[in-house]
């Protein structure tokens, strides 16, 4: 019996992490590195590497080895992506996931030797959600005492009261804590409130902030439920998604950002635009 718990315990059942990396990148996105190296040298021992040094990995795969979802496997990802450690690819019919482990080792060493790189995305909405309440909440200026003072009166997250505009929604966020990534979806975001006033002739509906956040957050990135596939969409590519959509008509809608984050139909966008 103490054998077999043995058995069951032994090294080739963790993921070896490394500290310096994680302290530098962020344990997720080190864990997700590490597990993908285990996953390359794999597929490189048996020979099943792509011709241009590729692989395979399901969301549901690396959530099984890992434990990530796959909201933090795609903050991971793009932590990853940046750092230019991997890239990353859609390939096939069915559309799988695909890797390719950058191996350059001076870049390697600037990340283990760098203190603290960019601020990572946000893991999940969720925990988006919590950084806007905590940290990014309402900056301290006299343009936003009125705001703060009648904060004690709101009546619930979806009251009147407690919804922004855009113009207010960017007061109250402090940009400057954003990473470029962040910084590049609330471009996006506020392109296609533009869109929206050009479009629509009226300004775009108020929200609360955890609305505008979770379209913010949303931005830059396609996810087919269907296929279970996660896209990367580039700055140019979500302006031609949102174009598209507002040249689409859908009926009784009225064309929120909500409406537009919502379900399938930033995919469908997606293959229509980009892909």
Request: some cysteine; glycine content about 4%; charged content about 30%.
């Amino acid at each position: 019996m103490l054998i077999d718990l043995i058995d069951l315990l032994r090294s080739d059942g963790f993921i070896t992490v490394n500290k310096k990396l994680a302290n530098n990148i962020g344990l997720n996105a080190a864990v997700m590195y590490s597990e993908l190296l285990a996953k390359y040298k794999y597929f490189s021992d048996k020979n099943q590497l792509t011709k241009d040094g590729f692989f395979y990995n399901t969301v549901e795969g690396m959530q099984r080895d890992t434990s990530l979802s796959k909201d933090q496997q795609q903050a991971a990802i793009k932590v990853l992506e940046n750092l230019n450690l991997i890239e990353k690819q859609n390939r096939g019919l069915p559309r799988k996931r695909h890797f390719k482990i950058n191996l350059n080792e001076d870049n390697l060493k600037r990340v283990l030797q760098s203190q603290q790189l960019e601020e990572k995305p946000p893991t999940s909405k969720r925990e988006n959600r919590k950084q806007v309440e905590g940290k990014s909440s309402i900056n301290n200026n006299k343009d936003n005492n009125n705001y703060k003072n009648n904060k004690k009166s709101y009546r619930g997250q979806n009251s009147v009261i407690d919804r922004l505009s855009f113009s207010q929604y960017l007061v109250s966020i402090d940009k400057n804590k954003f990473s470029t990534y962040d910084s590049e979806q609330m471009a996006a975001l506020q392109f296609f409130v533009e869109c929206y006033k050009h479009f629509r002739e009226t300004e775009h509906p108020n929200l609360t902030i955890e609305q505008w956040e979770d379209a913010r957050t949303t931005m830059l990135m396609a996810t087919d439920e269907n296929m279970e596939t996660d896209m990367n969409v580039d700055s140019e590519g979500e302006k031609l998604m949102i174009t598209s959509y507002f040249d689409t008509y859908y009926k009784d809608c009225n064309y929120s950002v909500l409406h537009y984050i919502s379900g399938n139909l930033r995919a469908i966008r997606y293959y229509d635009t980009v892909h």
